[in-house]
């Protein structure tokens, strides 16, 4: 196993919570706590535009995941900053004080009163349109 340094760092943050390493991925690294059957997949060089992959094979390998685990959770690593930032959302996770089921019902609909993405919707739109093109 040769992870990427700034992924060794969460797998070493990782471990400190139940979570093992437990396979690579087409663009990550998934790390299971099996007692809890939850699992992290840090996303790792996601939209580096000199290696493209096949969304449809990313899309079926986190759809297999996603069935296969109480919970999943997804975090792109790939700077010192998005480590930090990982650490910080995970430790929410692990506090209880993260409402999954918050996320539906929380804020406006934005599709009724938002024609503009969100921040997170717009980043990973600009990177999809990076690697496939717009297919207006």
């Known amino acids: ?10 797998k070493t943050f990782l471990e400190k919570h139940g979570y093992i390493y437990e396979k690579s991925l087409l663009r990550g690294f998934l790390f299971v706590n099996k007692i809890e059957n939850q699992a992290i997949i840090i996303d790792f060089d996601i939209c580096n ?24 959770y997804r975090f ?9 930032e990982f650490v910080a959302d995970f430790n ?17 609909n934005r599709s009724l009163v938002e024609i ?3 921040v997170p919707e717009a980043y990973f739109e600009q990177a999809f349109i990076d690697i496939y093109g717009n297919w207006d």
Do not use: W
Not at 3 to 8: A, D, F, H, N
Not at 52 to 71: G, I, W
Not at 76 to 84: A, F, M, Q, R
């Open 76 to 84: 792109v690593v790939d700077t010192e900053k998005d480590l930090i």
């Open 116 to 118: 503009d993405p969100s």
């Open 1 to 10: 196993m040769n992870l990427p340094s700034i992924v060794q760092e969460g």
């Open 92 to 108: 929410i996770i692990l506090s209880q004080t993260f409402d999954e089921n918050g996320i539906k019902f929380s804020g406006a």
């Open 49 to 72: 535009c000199a290696k493209p992959f096949h969304y449809v094979q990313y899309t079926k390998e986190q759809n297999l995941l996603m069935s296969s685990f109480d919970r999943l």
